[in-house]
């Protein structure tokens, strides 16, 4: 069956796990994943990454050279023009030539983006965000990070980091740990902040939810205790959802965008209540009052956003 584009993976690359997909017509077809083991070393990630894409090559019935491109997502910072890794706490890579390392393993073109751009990409092109021509993509898990989508293209800036709305100060007057949004709103602060009030006493489902083991809180979790409406975890959810608001607000009141997509594990987990409490702290701060009209939707893609993104990112690089 003929294809308007060739096909193209796309790969999302963690520090924990690498996803890959192949990509067809806007589609992710075939998918599979694997362990990073970043404490290997990069040529130990790069040689599992080979095998990770001729295994999923394999799955779609295709051949390396019926590919027309990889687009590639890797944390931290990243230089598009050089296709390199700037720096990548999470890898313990610096300045990392991953483009044309793993250009060269496969022999097909090779793009790479900061992940969260790449999953603000897939968003736009196939998710939530279509149909808008700038619109900021804000992602909150372990941590928080945005991708800012400008007249139809990434916006990346001078330096490459464009949309880190993580990094960004709510409380300059706190101490550290306690003053940016991913500080305050992030699901890693919205358990640890959990935890220290279970062991003050405070009551919540939460250890029911977990058999007592609370390393074992993730955002699963905090959507159930969320779903039995647990006054605790509806206390700190809520606060840390005026924060997100609060700082998507002034995204939208310095940039007068008319879309933001969240996404991210803890966004799916908490759902509508996650929601709702975001965009009423939006509403509450942002200015003018017009701007009370930008969308606050949820990600319709999940995971698939980072893989689409990149795989429709990849066409881009196709000869």
């Given at each position: 069956m003929a294809h308007e584009t060739p096909p193209t993976l796309g790969i999302d690359l963690g520090g924990t796990n690498i996803q890959c997909g192949v990509v067809i017509d806007g589609k992710v077809k075939e998918r599979d994943d694997t362990k990073t083991k970043a404490a290997e070393g990069s040529d130990a990630v790069i040689q599992r990454l080979v095998k990770l894409c001729d295994k999923v090559l394999e799955q779609a019935s295709l051949k390396r050279k019926d590919l027309g491109a990889i687009g590639i997502g890797a944390p931290g910072a990243i230089n598009i023009k050089k296709g390199q890794v700037i720096q990548a706490v999470n890898l313990g890579w610096n300045d990392f030539p991953l483009r044309d390392v793993l250009s060269k393993e496969l022999g097909v073109p090779v793009v790479v983006d900061n992940d969260v751009n790449v999953g603000a990409w897939g968003e736009h092109q196939a998710g939530a965000g279509r149909g808008f021509d700038d619109l900021f993509a804000v992602f909150v898990g372990t941590g928080i990070g945005g991708g800012l989508i400008l007249d139809?293209?990434?916006?990346?800036g001078a330096k490459h980091t464009a949309g880190e709305i993580g990094h960004t100060l709510l409380r300059a007057d706190a101490g550290i740990g306690r003053r940016s949004v991913e500080d305050l709103a992030s699901r890693t602060n919205i358990v640890n902040l959990l935890k220290q009030l279970i062991a003050s006493g405070r009551e919540s489902v939460i250890p029911e939810l977990v058999d007592g083991d609370l390393s074992r809180v993730r955002s699963k979790v905090l959507g159930q205790a969320i779903k039995q409406e647990d006054p605790l975890t509806m206390e700190v959810v809520h606060r840390a959802a005026t924060y997100v608001g609060i700082s998507i607000a002034n995204t939208v009141t310095l940039l007068s965008l008319p879309c933001v997509v969240m996404g991210g594990g803890a966004t799916e987990a908490m759902g509508k209540t996650w929601m709702k409490w975001i965009r009423e702290a939006f509403e509450a701060y942002v200015f003018p009052e017009e701007m009370k009209s930008c969308k606050i939707v949820a990600?319709?893609?999940?995971?698939?956003?980072?893989?689409?993104?990149?795989?429709?990112?990849?066409?881009?690089?196709?000869?």
């Amino acid at each position: 069956m003929a294809h308007e584009t060739p096909p193209t993976l796309g790969i999302d690359l963690g520090g924990t796990n690498i996803q890959c997909g192949v990509v067809i017509d806007g589609k992710v077809k075939e998918r599979d994943d694997t362990k990073t083991k970043a404490a290997e070393g990069s040529d130990a990630v790069i040689q599992r990454l080979v095998k990770l894409c001729d295994k999923v090559l394999e799955q779609a019935s295709l051949k390396r050279k019926d590919l027309g491109a990889i687009g590639i997502g890797a944390p931290g910072a990243i230089n598009i023009k050089k296709g390199q890794v700037i720096q990548a706490v999470n890898l313990g890579w610096n300045d990392f030539p991953l483009r044309d390392v793993l250009s060269k393993e496969l022999g097909v073109p090779v793009v790479v983006d900061n992940d969260v751009n790449v999953g603000a990409w897939g968003e736009h092109q196939a998710g939530a965000g279509r149909g808008f021509d700038d619109l900021f993509a804000v992602f909150v898990g372990t941590g928080i990070g945005g991708g800012l989508i400008l007249d139809n293209k990434i916006y990346h800036g001078a330096k490459h980091t464009a949309g880190e709305i993580g990094h960004t100060l709510l409380r300059a007057d706190a101490g550290i740990g306690r003053r940016s949004v991913e500080d305050l709103a992030s699901r890693t602060n919205i358990v640890n902040l959990l935890k220290q009030l279970i062991a003050s006493g405070r009551e919540s489902v939460i250890p029911e939810l977990v058999d007592g083991d609370l390393s074992r809180v993730r955002s699963k979790v905090l959507g159930q205790a969320i779903k039995q409406e647990d006054p605790l975890t509806m206390e700190v959810v809520h606060r840390a959802a005026t924060y997100v608001g609060i700082s998507i607000a002034n995204t939208v009141t310095l940039l007068s965008l008319p879309c933001v997509v969240m996404g991210g594990g803890a966004t799916e987990a908490m759902g509508k209540t996650w929601m709702k409490w975001i965009r009423e702290a939006f509403e509450a701060y942002v200015f003018p009052e017009e701007m009370k009209s930008c969308k606050i939707v949820a990600s319709e893609l999940g995971d698939d956003a980072g893989l689409l993104g990149a795989g429709i990112l990849a066409q881009n690089a196709i000869p």
